[in-house]
């Protein structure tokens, strides 16, 4: 495969990671603390869209080789996300009366009853959406790049949802009123924003985000019960290299890390793509270290610039 | 006040909770030895339950060492775990892939010697973290070592684990030819159902004596250094880092000797392992091993180590227990049923008794502290007590006022101090 063809790959794993990376940042700088279920809120969404895409079938037509239930289902997906994640915070966030570190601790319970559940329900074992697989797009071939229509989808979507994040953070009063609470949420608080229904939204939006991500991630590997929770660290590395808190960050941090997932395999034939690096030349690590390196670079910046590329000094 | 000397006192001066553990923990033995003696347990299983138990009792002291004493959120209990068993397994399998056939205390002495590289690659860049950022480094930082042993065939035997372990006492005088040597033993309590004591059954009571050897030890070692002035150092910095910072202590360095101790001991607990499982996998360095031990930390009382002890004999029960079900006619998959049990004991740990079942209350106070304050005369030196305010709730047992992470131990303390009335 060539360069392009990698960073082809690199642009749709990118896709998945930017959209769960957005809601933990999120979560992260206004419920304030670390969580743990974000990667099983994913797995949530993804067995949610599984449900519905098997009841409703196809619908007829079809976009991008995705038939219209799938995105019936993708939006059920997305609902149910978001209606899990507001169910728990009522349920358990709420009455707790602990500081982050507890409430991080207690999401590790609350990522555990998700996963077992979905256990329970579907069993361990890996299961597709039943849409056929496509053969990859004719004219990119020559080009080393194979991707399939799918997977344009799944970048075109995201682009979507994240236009769509864009104009709400940044010209709806919604927005202002998120971004003031994760400023500052006492001030916000003094200053008449109901910052108990800021929290609902912000888990709407951050798990709903998530769950799409799942529903795409299920789309372009398989489902598991394990998915998300696999995928959480990674996750973890996008929102710290971008800097915890900045929505714009994340975005940033999970292209960064999904593209330098995809692009392992380059590195230990650095020689051959690099110019100026003699052929022959390479990192002789293999992609099954792909996620050990996403988790080194966060250590790394946690060490050298812990609020990340774009968070702001001293949080 | 000893159990022997006054059983009846000893008794009444239990709180609460500490009654309600004392009276679940008869009523299990009871119910177990009663499976044993009708033949429902058998004997050499019912001792792999035992190891187990201190096994994840030892990995319970080893956290409660970070995180109970110091504060120190350590997701990467599961790596240290497997390269104390991986460093055991290498030396001394036959089928390893490096060096192989060693005697186990060469095993034991490579596996806390890698731990201890291990701790020091870990904890030099990340204890400089915040705490949250620490949980996650950590975790990502176990994640890598398992990718490596899983991956790394020259070296591990990658998914393929090793095989060919020998038990503890191989080469041992006595001890290496004890199993064969015992006779079998057939002891009848329920007739018609006896039970035999075979050569496994002695081998299992050997692993028995080796975890209750390294349990009491470890236990005796902590308990001292928790009530030191090194152990009230580590826990000024649970409670507030900036603190003793401000008083002069070099907090990273403290930090640094408390991750490396409790490493030692959950890799002590891995060579341990070793040898009662026979066989290492990469699937032992699975991050839900760091998460039962969490729980038991949590479930027992954060820093205090019979809590652990306590915690740690639950999560056994909890992943054991489990695989009866099926037996019960019960047709759920043992496997989510034990990861949901875990999460929720999590939930209602944290939302309804966050400071644990056994918080760390009088095991803090020397014993000849506690006797000095217990004639409760009043003491005329006009010398007021260190911090007299809010120092009544803790020190007669029942605190349901503790934050969640923070049980304040340094309330306790003013106990020791003796200038208080009682």
Partial sequence: MTVLGYVANGLVFSSIIVLGSIGLSLVYSI?????????????????????????????????????????????????????????????????????????????????????????????????????????????????????????????????????????????????????????????????????????????????????????FLGLFNQLSPRMGFNLLLVIFAAVILGGIGSVYGAMLGGFLIGMINQLTPLLSRLGEVLPLVPDGFGIPIGIEYANAIAFVIMVAVLLARPTGIAGEEAV | MSLLGDPVAWVSELTRPETWVLTGSLAFVGALFGALAVGALGPTYFLFLVGLAGMYALLSFGLNAQWGFTGLINFSVAAFFGVGAYGAALMTADASPIAGGFSPLVGLAVGLLVALVLALLIGIPTLRLRADYLAIASLGLAEVVRLVVLNERWLTNGSAGLRGIPSFFVGWPVLSSFPETMPGLQITVVPGSPVVLETPFWEAALNVVVIAAFTLGTYAVLRRVHRSPWGRVLRTIRSDEDLARALGKHTYAFKMQSFVLGSLIMALAGVFYTHLNLYVGPGDLDPITTFYVWVAVILGGSGSNRGALFGGIVVVTIREGTRFLNDLAIP???????????????????????????????????????????????????????????????????????????????????????????
């Fill in chain 1, 31 to 215: 419920a304030d603390f670390a969580n743990f279920a974000h990667g099983d809120t994913m797995t949530v969404g993804a067995y949610a869209a599984l449900v519905t895409f098997g009841a409703v079938g196809g619908l007829g037509g079809a976009v991008l080789g995705l038939p219209y239930g799938f995105f019936l289902a993708l939006l059920v997906g997305i609902a149910a996300g978001a209606v899990v994640a507001v169910a728990t915070e009522r349920l358990i966030y709420e009455p707790l009366t602990t500081d982050s570190i507890g409430l991080l601790i207690t999401s590790i319970g609350v990522a555990f009853v998700y996963r077992a559940v979905i256990q329970i329900g579907f069993g361990a074992d890996f299961t597709r959406f039943e849409i056929g697989a496509l053969r990859p797009i004719e004219w990119l071939i020559p080009y080393g790049i194979r991707v399939t229509r799918h997977d344009v989808a799944i970048v075109a979507s995201a682009v979507v949802l994240v236009s769509g994040l864009h104009v709400l953070l940044q010209y709806t009063d919604l927005g202002r009123k998120m971004r003031a609470m994760a400023d500052n949420p006492t001030l916000a608080r003094v200053s008449g924003i109901r910052t108990r229904r800021i929290r609902y939204w912000t888990w709407v939006i951050g798990a709903g985000l998530a769950a799409a991500g799942g529903v």
């Fill in chain 2, 332 to 422: 759920v998959d043992p496997a989510p049923l034990r990861l949901l049990l875990i999460g929720v004991l999590i939930l209602v740990v944290m939302r309804y008794r966050p400071q644990g079942i056994l918080p760390p209350q009088r095991e803090l106070i020397w014993p000849a502290a506690r006797r000095s304050t217990e004639p409760a005369t009043p003491t005329e030196t006009g010398v007021r007590a260190r911090g007299t305010s809010g120092s009544t709730a803790d020190a007669d047992g029942e605190s349901d006022g503790d934050t969640a992470t923070g049980v304040i131990d340094d309330e306790v303390e003013d106990a020791t101090g003796g200038e208080r009335n009682g």
